[in-house]
């Protein structure tokens, strides 16, 4: 299975900072990661899918890159809205397989 | 609107069986593969299972392969998860999800639309 590995496990940030969160997957997976983001009691919410494109809907400050195994989601002002925990996804190979997540909270 | 609204979950003792369905509404059912992921209490999220615009592929993580089966009905646009032989490590909180898919260098799956949710704890 296709290992994927997330940092850091937590972080809080302050009103209008840039919030970077990174991913590691154990093998090249050829940008098929997606971004999630889950608000306590919510499902999961899409934000980015193919490591870099944006869902529908999901507020432009949000934005993926990276290739290979190395992969980034960045925030670029953080919103009280954006609290929550976020989780990365390899869609290349079954089993599909998130990571831990990282808790985001406002400082 | 895509909606997705799980039903079927509660409290099972080990070795029972228990079956979720997913009906689903405000898109083409039948033009999208579909699948269900669990999350444990206070964990991660676990795929568990996907199923083929017409339920001819499925596909199964290792740890339930052989004890649960996925399907769906596309003129009722539902999803189904037959779960038998449950552990207690199938207690988890299941999402009916849409797969969405592309291609970069190779095809690859990702979950745009999420249900819900409903809670399955397996305890005696």
């Known amino acids: 299975d296709i290992q994927m590995t997330q940092s850091p496990a937590s972080l809080s940030a302050s009103l209008g900072e840039t919030v970077t969160i990174q991913c590691r997957a154990s093998?090249?997976?050829?940008?098929?990661l997606a971004w999630y983001q889950q608000k306590p009691g919510k499902s999961p919410q899409l934000l980015i899918y193919?490591?870099?494109s944006l869902q529908d809907g999901v507020p432009s400050r949000f934005s993926g890159s990276g290739s290979g195994t190395q992969y980034s989601l960045k925030i670029s002002s953080m919103q009280t809205e954006d609290e929550g925990v976020y989780f990365c996804?390899?869609?290349?190979?079954?089993?599909?397989?998130f990571g831990a997540g990282t808790k985001l909270e406002l400082k | 609107e895509v909606q997705l609204a799980e039903s079927g979950g509660g409290l099972v003792q080990p070795g029972r069986s228990l079956k979720l369905s997913c009906a689903a509404s405000g898109f083409t059912f039948s033009d999208y593969y579909m699948a269900w992921v669990r999350q444990a209490p206070t964990k991660g999220l676990e795929w568990v299972a996907s199923i083929s615009y017409d339920g001819g592929s499925t596909y199964y993580r290792d740890s339930v392969k052989g004890r649960f089966t996925i399907s769906r009905d596309n003129a009722k646009s539902s999803l189904y998860l037959q779960m038998d032989s449950l552990r207690s490590e199938d207690t988890a909180t299941y999402y009916c999800?849409?797969?969405?898919?592309?291609?970069?260098?190779?095809?690859?799956?990702?979950?745009?639309?999420w249900g819900p949710g409903t809670m399955v704890t397996v305890s005696s």
């Open positions: 996804q390899q869609g290349l190979k079954y089993p599909n397989t």
């Open positions: 999800t849409t797969v969405g898919y592309s291609s970069y260098i190779f095809p690859y799956w990702y979950f745009d639309f």
């Open positions: 193919g490591a870099s």
């Open positions: 093998e090249d997976i050829y940008s098929g």
